[in-house]
């Protein structure tokens, strides 16, 4: 399920220099963020949204089984897997953070060699995000690989998930659906990071006159690159879900990414690909701004630390 953005595309978006600089105005927009800071405001993002929301996650990874809302354990028990999906929500999100703003100007500088603001061009956050989602994916896979299957019913006890899994399938047990799940995110990152710094320099240029990006804010854009980015890859979501639960209503194993494409399709035709769109649209607008709040209010209190 590919997205395409050909050069014609990017310039349709209008991405245009905007001036982000200090003066006369106060805006840090162009600054390079250090890598301790990128942690510790990666890390609050994380456990911020994983923990507020983690209700409509669970149903809608039941929607996304192919057991069936009910079958999976309906409106019970939605915070089931929530151990799982907490210890693994900091270290992730801080590592995805990491990997972005300490590759966004290598990128900008000797890759793509722009001669522009460090956030004016969108092929850097294309970029950049695309190697923080592969990089995250080897924390991020193995704790949604256990919290699903805990979300589902499978397990009860996050120790008993952990032990099962590795005595079943070994250590590429935790990693299944890892290509599809990086498959997914690629896009999701590809629409989600260009649109949410683009968003945060209009609202800058337009609305704050100049003046730094509130938290809220930048907040704000989030939720609403996340809501867009999150419809358009439903499918890939739906597809990543089904290989990590591993089998079908039946209890029949998928044969891959191909065999699992074939057999949603087969269940209810390319309406299929689009259940719990809704739930999954809605916890990522919400979450974008919880993610989003916690990430630009904390890299807000860390640069006032590091002048203090």
């Given at each position: 399920?590919?997205?395409?953005?050909?050069?014609?595309?990017?310039?349709?978006?209008?991405?245009?220099?905007?001036?982000?600089?200090?003066?006369?105005?106060?805006?840090?927009?162009?600054?390079?963020?250090?890598?301790?800071?990128?942690?510790?405001?990666?890390?609050?993002?994380?456990?911020?949204?994983?923990?507020?929301?983690?209700?409509?996650?669970?149903?809608?990874?039941?929607?996304?089984?192919?057991?069936?809302?009910?079958?999976?354990?309906?409106?019970?028990?939605?915070?089931?897997?929530?151990?799982?999906?907490?210890s693994g929500s900091a270290?992730?999100?801080?590592?995805?953070?990491?990997?972005?703003?300490?590759?966004?100007?290598?990128?900008?500088?000797?890759?793509?060699?722009?001669?522009?603001?460090?956030?004016?061009?969108?092929?850097?956050?294309?970029?950049?995000?695309?190697?923080?989602?592969?990089?995250?994916?080897?924390?991020?896979?193995?704790?949604?690989?256990?919290?699903?299957?805990?979300?589902?019913?499978?397990?009860?006890?996050?120790?008993?998930?952990?032990?099962?899994?590795?005595?079943?399938?070994?250590?590429?047990?935790?990693?299944?659906?890892?290509?599809?799940?990086?498959?997914?995110?690629?896009?999701?990152?590809?629409?989600?990071?260009p649109m949410w710094e683009?968003?945060?320099?209009?609202?800058?240029?337009?609305?704050?006159?100049?003046?730094?990006?509130?938290?809220?804010?930048?907040?704000?854009?989030?939720?609403?690159?996340?809501?867009?980015?999150?419809?358009?890859?439903?499918?890939?979501?739906?597809?990543?879900?089904?290989?990590?639960?591993?089998?079908?209503?039946?209890?029949?194993?998928?044969?891959?990414?191909?065999?699992?494409?074939?057999?949603?399709?087969?269940?209810?035709?390319?309406?299929?690909?689009?259940?719990?769109?809704?739930?999954?649209?809605?916890?990522?607008?919400?979450g974008g701004f919880f993610?989003?709040?916690?990430?630009?209010?904390?890299?807000?209190?860390?640069?006032?630390?590091?002048?203090?």
């Amino acid at each position: 399920m590919a997205v395409e953005l050909s050069k014609n595309n990017i310039n349709s978006m209008d991405f245009q220099t905007i001036n982000t600089d200090k003066s006369p105005s106060t805006s840090t927009m162009n600054e390079e963020i250090p890598a301790w800071r990128a942690l510790l405001s990666g890390a609050a993002a994380g456990i911020s949204v994983d923990v507020s929301l983690y209700p409509i996650d669970t149903l809608k990874t039941r929607l996304q089984s192919p057991h069936g809302f009910w079958k999976s354990g309906g409106f019970k028990g939605v915070y089931r897997g929530l151990s799982a999906a907490a210890s693994g929500s900091a270290p992730g999100a801080a590592l995805f953070f990491l990997t972005y703003e300490s590759s966004k100007p290598f990128i900008h500088n000797h890759v793509l060699k722009s001669k522009e603001g460090l956030n004016a061009n969108p092929l850097t956050h294309m970029l950049a995000a695309s190697m923080a989602e592969t990089t995250a994916c080897l924390i991020r896979v193995p704790t949604e690989v256990i919290k699903q299957r805990m979300q589902t019913g499978g397990y009860d006890k996050l120790s008993f998930a952990l032990s099962d899994t590795f005595r079943r399938y070994g250590i590429r047990g935790f990693y299944a659906g890892y290509g599809t799940t990086v498959a997914r995110e690629i896009p999701f990152s590809f629409i989600q990071f260009p649109m949410w710094e683009r968003f945060k320099l209009l609202w800058i240029k337009h609305i704050n006159q100049g003046e730094d990006i509130k938290p809220y804010q930048g907040a704000f854009c989030g939720s609403i690159s996340g809501a867009i980015a999150a419809a358009i890859t439903t499918p890939l979501d739906v597809i990543k879900t089904r290989l990590m639960l591993r089998v079908d209503a039946n209890n029949v194993p998928y044969n891959g990414f191909r065999d699992c494409v074939t057999r949603i399709h087969g269940e209810g035709g390319s309406g299929a690909f689009f259940k719990g769109v809704v739930p999954r649209v809605s916890w990522i607008f919400v979450g974008g701004f919880f993610f989003f709040g916690a990430y630009e209010k904390t890299k807000q209190m860390t640069s006032a630390w590091s002048e203090s």
